[in-house]
């Protein structure tokens, strides 16, 4: 008997062996998506992160605490505190006029967290 088709049983093993390779496909894509969104709303959180620090060098929370709340930043909670630190110099005499500013952004979502901060002199 001569053969010129395929069988039922191997088109079955080769939509079987198609299905799986289509699944890891959609699965590796699914994970790279999931990346780049992890690394956008990293790359957002430290945006916000720099450019709140930089605002609150030249304009600090005079009352030690600033909050900005999510609803009013598209989303993302800000909070910077300033408060006096005490650094001493190598003769152990407390440098006056030393602040530390914290800068800590948050995404509402859940996405991201970080912080920031740096010392400040104001005589």
């Known amino acids: 008997m001569n053969k010129r088709g395929f069988t039922l049983f191997e088109v079955l093993v080769a939509l079987g062996v198609f299905a799986i390779a289509v699944t890891g496909l959609a699965l590796a894509l699914q994970s790279a ?3 780049a969104l992890n690394a956008r709303q990293r790359m957002l959180v430290r945006m916000v992160i720099e450019s709140r620090l ?14 900005i709340g999510g609803r009013t930043n598209n ?26 500013l914290k800068v800590l952004v948050e995404l509402e979502n859940g996405g991201g967290k970080d912080a920031a901060e740096i010392l400040v002199y104001r005589p």
Request: proline residues 7%; without cysteine; charged residues 30%.
């Open 33 to 35: 998506v999931d990346a």
């Open 54 to 67: 930089a605002a609150a060098m030249t304009d600090p929370p005079l009352d030690g605490r600033r909050e």
């Open 75 to 100: 989303g993302i909670s800000v909070l910077e505190t300033f408060e006096v630190e005490e650094i001493q110099s190598t003769n152990g005499e407390v440098l006056p006029g030393m602040w530390r």
